[in-house]
């Protein structure tokens, strides 16, 4: 197993202290239990959990190892690595398959705006605590943006959530949902709906509403909270197709190998742009799809395709 980032790196991102919307027994894999102190686990949680399992099964893990790309030689694909612990290093890899199973987290969807690469505006989450006192703006209307807006408000930041619907999504977690409507109404926390960000500068950020109006709402930290895409680059310099539109990598149903022999996707990746369609809870049974006799793979399949909940991140 090689990783960019940590073990379980796109957990290590989510916001500290999060809940799961996902019920323990729909994020085990391998038959190992998790371990939750309350009916869903939280993020300390489910990092505590992969680290066990990877241990318990004795996986090799080489973390803070970036795939950059791949080729076929032969009869293997062999697979280029560049190391960042230490002395940063190349180094090519040769193996009989090749799993992508790279996610999508991070690759932030950019809004494409003036302002966007300032240091006070992040596309992730982060500890609430670093808002206190500040005028945040929030943009988003899905779980990450609903929980930062609630965690800033409640480490004492004057928030504005900016959203381009007209509502928050009906994904969003339900017991966040409330809480959230009930801070709106109260005027605690600012909403801004059917907006779209022009500009943000060092001191605000521009907001058009639906009529065209254009707002300036001040802002000291800036979080667009707006979903993230798989490294469609790194597809493409590897050769795998990719469907118009949704850009979803074409590849066998049944074995989730891609058009380049010997290198196969799992996880939120095969679902291209649409990073919701596949979760933990329906993408955990790639591996067994890949790996597994025609008996499995269509057992595997099927337990996938149970899965219906959409998440709500
Ligand atoms: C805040 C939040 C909350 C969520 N809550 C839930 C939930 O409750 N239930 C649920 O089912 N899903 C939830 N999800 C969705 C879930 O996290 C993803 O669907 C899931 O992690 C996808 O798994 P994956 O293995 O496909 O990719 P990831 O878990 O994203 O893993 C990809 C890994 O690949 C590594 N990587 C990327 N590029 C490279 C490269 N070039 N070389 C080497 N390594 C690389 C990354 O560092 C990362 O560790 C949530 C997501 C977010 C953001």
């Given at each position: 197993m090689i990783d960019a980032g940590a073990v379980a790196n796109s957990i290590l991102h989510y916001p500290v202290g999060m809940t799961f919307f996902t019920t323990p027994e729909r994020l085990e894999v391998g038959n190992h239990p998790v371990v939750s102190s309350g009916a869903r686990p939280t993020r300390e949680e489910a990092l505590k959990y992969y680290r066990g399992v990877a241990r318990a099964e004795g996986l090799r893990v080489r973390t803070y190892t970036q795939l950059t790309g791949a080729a076929r030689s032969g009869s293997h694909v062999v697979a280029e690595l560049e190391s960042a612990l230490g002395e940063p290093r190349c180094e090519r890899l040769a193996c009989d398959r090749l799993v992508l199973a790279t996610g999508y987290f991070e690759h932030p969807n950019l809004?494409?705006?003036?302002?966007?690469?300032?240091?006070?505006?992040?596309?992730y989450s982060e500890e609430p605590h670093r808002t206190s006192g500040l005028d945040v703006v929030v943009v988003g209307g899905k779980n990450s943006a609903v929980e930062m807006a609630l965690g800033a408000y409640r480490a004492g930041a004057r928030v504005t959530l900016a959203y381009?619907?007209?509502?928050?999504?009906?994904?969003?977690?339900y017991w966040l949902r409330p809480d959230m409507e009930n801070r709106i109404k109260a005027c605690e926390i600012a909403a801004r709906w059917s907006s779209t960000i022009c500009e943000i500068t060092a001191a605000d950020v521009a907001l058009q509403n639906a009529v065209g109006e254009i707002e300036r709402v001040p802002a000291d930290l800036v979080y667009l909270l707006t979903g993230y895409h798989p490294d469609f680059d790194l597809f493409q310099r590897i050769g795998l197709e990719l469907e118009a539109g949704t850009c979803r990598p074409r590849y066998d149903p049944d074995t989730l190998e891609t058009t380049v022999s010997g290198v196969y996707v799992a996880g939120s990746v095969t679902a291209g742009r649409f990073t919701s369609e596949i979760f933990i809870e329906n993408g955990r049974y790639d591996g067994e799809r890949i790996f597994g006799d025609d008996a499995t793979r269509g057992d595997a399949a099927k337990r996938a395709q149970a899965i219906e909940r959409a998440p709500g991140e």
């Open positions: 809004l494409q705006v003036p302002g966007e690469d300032l240091p006070h505006v992040s596309h381009r619907g007209t509502t928050l999504k009906p994904s969003v977690k």
